[in-house]
T-cell receptor
Framework: QKEVEQDPGPLSVPEGAIVSLNCTYS??????FMWYRQYSRKGPELLMY????GNKEDGRFTAQVDKSSKYISLFIRDSQPSDSATYLC???????????FGEGTQLTVNP | DTAVSQTPKYLVTQMGNDKSIKCEQN?????MYWYKQDSKKFLKIMFS???????INETVPNRFSPKSPDKAHLNLHINSLELGDSAVYFC??????????FGSGTRLTVV
């Protein structure tokens, strides 16, 4: 079983839709949770970063962490065609710097 | 001014050849990484160096050898290339408590 599970999609939504992306994990030592966005033929770029449980909002993006359920989410409001990319969740323990990634979800926002 | 730069961007080579990929970061980060991304977009860590010292060495074939001449550089040398080595290789760097900054990747094709 993988440490981090993420539905690879693909996910296709119309412009303006609310998008929900999710990951589950099995390692209870994970404390730092991240979402990366990767455009085609580019490197992943850090989108959201949260520590432990709770919500974090940045513009149209909201990251949620529920450590009791070992479940994290990324919500995108008013989705735009420019949001079309692969979204990867990533997490790490308190000690060390190793990031463990999910498989990535491919998102297409149709105009 | 690119934060994490890797060269070359594309590499096409024959089976059995030896090749190197170079990576440089100008962020002043202490830790650098090599990740391999397969065709399904799954990112898997290969190596990590902290201040020129190897700290993560995942189960990769001995044909892969990283070298860090200083904390701003981490190169990857691959001997006797095989078809299965075809993938995108990403270099990344980080400071301890934050997420990674990735390079734009090296697309390796072994024919």
């Amino acid at each position: 079983q993988k440490e981090v599970e993420q539905d690879p999609g693909p996910l296709s939504v119309p412009e303006g839709a609310i998008v929900s992306l999710n990951c589950t994990y099995s390692n209870s030592a994970f404390q730092y949770f991240m979402w990366y966005r990767q455009y085609s033929r580019k490197g992943p770029e850090l989108l959201m970063y949260t520590y432990s449980s709770g919500n974090k909002e940045d513009g149209r993006f909201t990251a949620q962490v529920d450590k009791s359920s070992k479940y994290i989410s990324l919500f995108i409001r008013d989705s735009q065609p420019s949001d079309s990319a692969t979204y990867l969740c990533a997490m790490r323990e308190t000690s060390g710097s190793r990031l463990t990634f999910g498989e990535g979800t491919q998102l297409t926002v149709n105009p | 001014d690119t934060a994490v730069s890797q060269t070359p961007k594309y590499l096409v080579t024959q089976m059995g050849n030896d090749k190197s990929i170079k990576c440089e970061q100008n962020l002043g980060h202490d830790t650098m990484y090599w990740y391999k991304q397969d065709s399904k977009k799954f990112l898997k860590i290969m190596f990590s160096y902290n201040n020129k010292e190897l700290i993560i060495n995942e189960t990769v074939p001995n044909r892969f050898s990283p070298k860090s001449p200083d904390k701003a550089h981490l190169n990857l040398h691959i001997n006797s290339l095989e078809l299965g080595d075809s993938a995108v290789y990403f270099c990344a760097s980080s400071q301890t408590t934050f997420g990674y900054t990735f390079g734009s990747g090296t697309r390796l094709t072994v024919v």
